[in-house]
Nanobody, 124 residues
Framework: QVQLVESGGGLVQAGDSLRLSCRAS????????MGWFRQAPGKEREFVAA????????GYADSVKGRFTISRDNAKNTVYLQMNSLKPEDTAVYYC?????????????????WGQGTQVTVSS
């Protein structure tokens, strides 16, 4: 069982930056592809970004390309989401997810483990 704990959310103004972190309990963290998803009130959970087990492949939603960067540090069992030029429409609860294997997917159902989420609120 992999436990994921997100941190770094908060209330910011449009144009500001935040860095989310997600630390995993699993010692074999490097065996997992990782993803970030978000869910706004009244909306479905949507894909934000993902990274392969070794960081060699990255994927982003069109809405965040050029503004968000996903990275990972396998020595620290941690995946990050650097969010720049934040917009009010980025407001949501952000979740990290883990999937055993080297490939990432854009679909939430393909991930095996989830964190509890961290709130990001961007004011205009």
């Amino acid at each position: 069982q992999v436990q994921l704990v997100e941190s770094g959310g908060g209330l910011v103004q449009a144009g500001d930056s935040l860095r989310l972190s997600c630390r995993a309990s699993e010692r074999t963290f490097s065996n997992y592809a990782m993803g970030w998803f978000r869910q706004a009130p009244g909306k479905e959970r949507e894909f934000v970004a993902a990274i392969s087990w070794n960081g060699g492949r990255l994927g982003y939603a069109d809405s965040v390309k050029g503004r968000f960067t996903i990275s990972r540090d396998n020595a620290k069992n941690t995946v990050y989401l650097q969010m720049n030029s934040l917009k009010p429409e980025d407001t949501a609860v952000y979740y990290c997810a883990a999937r055993l294997g080297d490939n990432y997917y854009y679909t939430a159902a393909r991930y095996d483990y989830w964190g509890q989420g961290t709130q990001v609120t961007v004011s205009s």
